[in-house]
């Protein structure tokens, strides 16, 4: 009798219990339905303040820019949206850029998430936008593979655990 058919059942169990453990610490705290409770108005009513006091102070780190006029900010959940009015002399690409890591550090956002306007609602960094927009995408995508992947191994030894304990591989008889 070897190793494996003696403790078949003891590993078996112990893979279980720890696949179990990953599954209760890592899954099910991201399921919505678990944490349900709705806000009250007071704190609802607390956010939007604080949302707003924090989109005019991000429009006024803006307005310390060279040749910035006039700016607003939008903070909406993830992402956020900026209008700003250039002077004359107009926009330098590089300060596009600069403006969305900006108001996406202030905000607690990536920059791919801010999208930057001018005063005639041009979208100023579509290009930067869209190439985060398709890095996520594909990122999300080649973790969702790996995923599936994962419980298809563990389907895979399932079985194969299944088959052995069918076959009798835990037996306590002597098999020579």
Avoid at 27 to 56: C, H, I, M, W, Y
Avoid at 99 to 106: D, L
Avoid at 107 to 120: E, I, N, P, T
Avoid at 130 to 144: P, S
Wanted: charged fraction near 15%.
């Amino acid at each position: 009798m070897n190793f494996n058919s003696r403790h078949i059942v003891a590993f078996s169990l112990a893979a279980g219990t720890i696949f179990g453990i990953f599954v209760g610490a890592k899954v099910l705290p991201t399921f919505k339905f678990l944490n349900s409770t709705p806000p009250t108005a007071q704190e609802t009513a607390a956010a939007s303040d604080a949302r707003k006091g924090l989109e005019r102070d991000l429009a006024m780190t803006l307005l310390q820019s060279d040749n910035v006029v006039a700016a607003s900010v939008h903070l909406a959940g993830n992402r956020a949206s900026v209008t700003v009015t250039f002077s004359e002399s107009g926009v330098r690409p590089e300060q596009v850029e600069t403006i969305a890591q900006r108001i996406g550090t202030g905000g607690g956002l990536q920059a791919g998430y801010v999208s930057v306007f001018d005063s005639k609602g041009t979208q100023l960094n579509r290009t930067a936008v869209q190439k985060f927009e398709q890095k996520k995408f594909w990122t999300g995508l080649a973790i969702n593979v790996a995923k599936v992947l994962g419980i298809l191994a563990a389907l895979v030894t399932a079985r194969f655990i299944i088959q052995v304990i069918q076959k009798g591989g835990c037996g306590t008889g002597d098999t020579t």
